[in-house]
């Protein structure tokens, strides 16, 4: 929030005895109490527990957007604070404002005077002297005392500036709105130096394609023009920028889906073969072609495809992979999603077969002749032509988000079934179809249609507004921003 903005917002805390100032104040130590999460058990598990909605936060400190959105609002009571004290003479505020400005330009000196001692400090985490060696915690306090330095002098000065600019009004050496002015000036530069760390400039795609160069790999497999994705092993699983060319069933989202986080944590990683942690049904059900590792694999399922010698990566092809959508034979009725995890750990269960669902699904036969072919793929389109000799069941290998996704075959609604705990499924009735995938969020819809009435709201408010404004000067009733 800057620290001009801090400063005022305390000028109104301390010296402005309004409602608002009262109710924002209270907002903003309740919610920085809710902030500190599991080191205040007490008050978070209460939350947790009977709050409707808090267990969606990412993390607990997302609630300080709350104080820092009271505090900008307070620093306008602030400043109107200040210009009311001057209004009334208040000789005792403006004296109280010279000794807090003595007793900062105090403390800025002694900081700069013990600069020299800040890599003394701790300056370090829990578990990061046994993490990193002698020489790198080296570095790490002097980059963090380089920094704290920095901040420290930034943070100085604007509030001797702050200070000074209240003082010199005070005692009549600057009009009041010279004042705002400069107050302006600096709250911008304030927040120009502290959101420069945290709000980016738009990248241009030129240095997005320098970030994300194409390795020898990515050029393999953008020749390869078949709907698929791949599987990078190790380390590269996390790594984002597979999903960049490719479609990966890897890669890292602060918001995971729950369903699929939890298929990788108790699924992925189970030992099929060779004392090699990959469990191939999921694999294979999520139509993963390609697996990409850094050394060898000796499976039967693995075929050499090709090596990248400049990142020494090397891309197996996966012989049992599955297409985007495909017709079973039976299904599996399993509510219990440990009982679902524990089937599809089973090497006897065959995806390719069978389809484990959570709910009963009636006549569903095994077909003799079926075929699925994806004709449409897009982000939030989905197109297949369907056909069946008899009403079966269509495993479709995209995540099941019952949150926005709708099925429609021959353009009417169909439902969607959790199938594999991860995956979609569809009962396709005897015949030739188009069965269409498509993103429908109604609260996305609604969402968009709320925030555009509110726009619509506040632009006639301020027509409105504007109207009335001018009508009155026009007559001769003078209405100022700012009282003189």
């Known amino acids: 929030m800057g620290v001009m903005i801090f400063l005022f917002a305390l000028l109104a805390v301390f010296f402005n005895r309004s409602r608002m100032v009262k109710v924002l104040t209270t907002v903003s130590v309740v919610t920085l109490f809710i902030s500190f999460g599991r080191h205040l058990p007490f008050l978070s598990n ?33 400043l109107k604070t200040v210009l009311e004290k001057l209004k009334d003479n208040d000789t005792n505020f403006f004296e109280l404002t010279k000794k807090v400005l003595i007793g900062v330009i105090i403390l800025f000196i002694l900081f700069i005077a013990l600069s020299g001692t800040f890599e003394s400090l701790g300056l370090s985490k829990v578990g990061e002297t046994a993490k990193y060696s002698a020489a790198q915690m080296h570095q ?13 002098i930034q943070t100085g000065i604007i ?28 709250v911008i530069i304030d927040l120009l130096l502290i959101d420069s760390r945290f709000l980016q400039e738009i990248t241009p795609q030129s240095q997005i394609e320098k970030h994300y160069k194409k390795t020898l790999a990515d050029d393999f497999l953008i020749k390869d023009k078949e709907i698929f994705r791949v599987y990078p092993l190790g380390r590269e699983f ?18 995971k889906l729950k369903r699929y986080q939890e298929i990788i944590e108790n699924c992925l990683n189970y030992e099929f073969q060779n004392r090699i942690p990959i469990n191939w049904n999921i694999v294979n059900m999520l139509n993963t072609k390609y697996v990409i590792y850094s050394e060898k694999l000796p499976l039967e399922n693995l075929e050499f495809a090709f090596y990248d010698r400049k990142q020494k990566q090397t891309i197996y092809k996966n012989t049992t992979f599955l297409p985007r959508a495909w017709f079973v ?23 390719a077969q ?29 197109k297949f032509t369907v056909s069946t000799d008899t009403t079966s069941f269509l495993t479709v290998s995209e995540i099941y988000y019952p949150a926005g996704w709708k099925a429609y075959l021959d353009g009417t609604e169909k439902e969607i079934y959790a199938t594999n705990y991860i995956l ?24 968009l249609k709320i925030s555009l009435i509110g726009l619509i709201i506040t632009v006639l408010l301020i027509f409105v507004g504007l109207y009335f404004y001018i009508r009155k000067n026009y007559r001769g009733e003078i209405i100022y921003v700012i009282k003189k």
């Not at 034979?329 to 995806?351: C, D, G, H, S, T």
Request: aromatic share 12%; glycine share 8%.
């Open 46 to 78: 209460l939350l947790l527990n009977y709050l409707p909605g808090f267990n969606k936060f990412r993390v607990p400190a997302m609630i300080l957007i709350l104080v820092q959105f009271s505090f900008a609002v307070l620093a306008g009571y602030g």
């Open 140 to 152: 790490l306090k002097s980059l963090r005392a380089e920094k704290m330095f920095n901040d420290g």
């Open 159 to 186: 509030l001797i500036l702050s200070l000074g600019l209240i003082l010199l009004l005070g005692k009549g050496k600057i009009g009041k709105y010279p004042f705002l002015l400069l107050i302006a000036v600096i």
């Open 238 to 255: 996390g790594q984002n920028r597979w999903a960049y060319y490719h479609q990966t069933i890897g890669g890292y989202h602060g918001a």
């Open 329 to 351: 034979e039976n299904v599996e009725l399993i509510p219990q999603k440990k009982e679902i995890w524990k089937r599809m750990n089973q090497q006897e269960f065959n995806p």
């Open 354 to 382: 069978s389809a484990i669902v959570e709910k009963s699904i009636e006549e569903i036969y095994a077909p003799v002749q079926a075929e699925a072919n994806l004709i449409e793929f897009d982000l939030h389109k989905l």
């Open 424 to 447: 979609r499924g569809v009962v396709i009735p005897k015949g030739e179809h188009v069965l269409e995938m498509k993103f429908e969020s109604a609260v996305y819809a609604l969402s």
